[in-house]
T-cell receptor, first 115, second 115 residues
């Protein structure tokens, strides 16, 4: 396993279209996080999963956003009716949670451009 | 709410010299972790160094060290013997000792290394 992977790396879409991103974490990692990074800013937390359970969602995650991790492995992030304000880099990270904090490993991100 | 502030949008250092990146944070928690992440251009974020709040000793990783001032809520990163490969965005990040371990990032400092 070579790390966290994300697909696609780049996505250009028109306003109003739906998009879906995929994240494949490091195989033994039970936690998966989604962050959003806009230009010139640090990443902002969106949501996280422990195994298949979505345990927390940020207020940034409007009802147009939905994330799943159906079998506790890969995760998808879907944005419905995209808006220009959704243009950002969407980062996925995974970790192996064993009590005390364990390092989050980041994927390369999916850059979304909404025209 | 916890916040992380990086007041230096950009820093420049001569190759082989030392540079210090600043970070302050605000929290009422007693159990937390602080991090410095490096994000090279078009590449994924990687962890540079981590500090646990209950440890008084400053963390060190090869050429990277931190100055953790808990009372002042300050967490600076010192890079010694700067190399061209150190050029990147550097993000200071915080997580509390609650169960989610979601990361809260600062806005980043772009480090330029002059040959």
């Amino acid at each position: 396993d070579t790390g966290v992977s994300q697909d696609p790396r780049h996505k250009i879409t028109k306003r109003g279209q739906n998009v879906t991103f995929r994240c494949d974490p490091i195989s033994e990692h039970n936690r998966l996080y989604w962050y959003r990074q806009t230009l010139g800013q640090g990443p902002e937390f969106l949501t996280y999963f422990q195994n298949e359970a979505q345990l927390e969602k940020s207020r940034l995650l409007s009802d147009r956003f939905s994330a799943e991790r159906p079998k506790g492995s890969f995760s998808t992030l879907e944005i419905q009716r995209t808006e220009q304000g959704d243009s950002a880099m969407y980062l996925c990270a995974s970790s192996l949670a064993l009590g005390r904090y364990n390092e989050q490993f980041f994927g390369p991100g999916t850059r979304l451009t909404v025209l | 709410a916890q916040t992380v502030t990086q007041s230096q949008p950009e820093m420049s250092v001569q190759e082989a010299e030392t540079v210090t990146l600043s970070c302050t944070y605000d929290t009422s928690e007693s159990d937390y972790y602080l991090f410095w992440y490096k994000q090279p251009p078009s590449r994924q974020m990687i962890l540079v160094i981590r500090q646990e709040a209950y440890k008084q000793q400053n963390a060190t990783e090869n050429r990277f060290s931190v100055n953790f001032q808990k009372a002042a809520k300050s967490f600076s990163l010192k890079i010694s013997d700067s190399q061209l490969g150190d050029a990147a965005m550097y993000f200071c990040a915080y997580t509390s000792g609650d169960s989610s371990y979601k990361l809260i990032f600062g806005s980043g400092t772009r480090l330029l290394v002059r040959p």
